[in-house]
C-alpha cells in the first residue's frame, strides 16, 4: 500500500496544479449571452461621460436617447439596429449634422425587441430622408426604453 502512496498523490498535485492553469486562461474572457434568441445589435454611440450632470449638458441637443452605466461611465446612445448598414445610415445622419459618433456592437437576446427593430430597420432601409431617420431612430429608443430598461 506504501509504494502506491507517493504516486498516487504526485498524481493528485499534477491534476491540481493543471486544473488550476486552465481555469486561469478563462478568467480574462469575457462572457457572452448564450441564447439560441441571442442577436447582434449596432447601437451609434453619441459619447462617454464620467459624471451624470457632464452628460444632460452634452446631450442636451437629443430628444430622445438613452444611456448605460459601465465601469463608473455613462454611455450614450443616440441609435439601435440589426443591420450595420442601417448602423453606417444613422452615423451618417448624425455626421451630417455635425455630431461624432462610435458604432459599438452589443449582443441581446430580448426576442420581443428584436422582432420591433427589425420592423424599423425595414423602413429605414427603404429611406434616405432625414426627417424619417430621426424619427424612426427616436422611435426606436422610445420602444427600447420600454421593453428593455
Same mark, same amino acid.
Given at each position: ?17 493543471? !486544473?488550476? #492553469? ?15 434568441? !441571442? /442577436? ?12 451624470? @450632470?457632464?452628460? /444632460?449638458?452634452?446631450?442636451?441637443? #437629443? ?6 452605466? /459601465? ?13 450595420? /448598414? ?18 459599438? +456592437? ?15 430597420? +425595414? ?18 429608443? !422610445?420602444?427600447? @426604453?420600454?421593453?428593455?430598461?
Amino acid at each position: 500500500m506504501k509504494k502506491y502512496l507517493f504516486p498516487v498523490t504526485i498524481s493528485l498535485l499534477i491534476g491540481i496544479s493543471m !486544473a488550476y #492553469f486552465i481555469i486561469k486562461q478563462y478568467e480574462g474572457m469575457p462572457i457572452l449571452a448564450v441564447s439560441s434568441n !441571442a /442577436e447582434t445589435l449596432y447601437y451609434v454611440e453619441r459619447g462617454i461621460y464620467s459624471d451624470l @450632470e457632464n452628460m /444632460e449638458n452634452n446631450m442636451k441637443d #437629443f430628444t430622445d436617447y438613452i444611456y448605460n452605466t /459601465e465601469n463608473n461611465q455613462y454611455h450614450t446612445y443616440i441609435g439601435i439596429t440589426t443591420n450595420k /448598414e442601417n448602423a453606417l445610415k444613422i452615423q451618417n445622419y448624425y455626421k451630417n449634422l455635425g455630431y461624432d459618433t462610435n458604432l459599438v +456592437e452589443k449582443i441581446t437576446d430580448n426576442k420581443e425587441f428584436i422582432n420591433i427593430l427589425r420592423q424599423y430597420d +425595414e423602413l429605414l432601409n427603404k429611406t434616405d430622408d432625414s426627417e424619417s431617420i430621426k424619427t424612426i431612430c427616436n422611435q426606436v429608443l !422610445a420602444k427600447y @426604453e420600454e421593453m428593455v430598461n
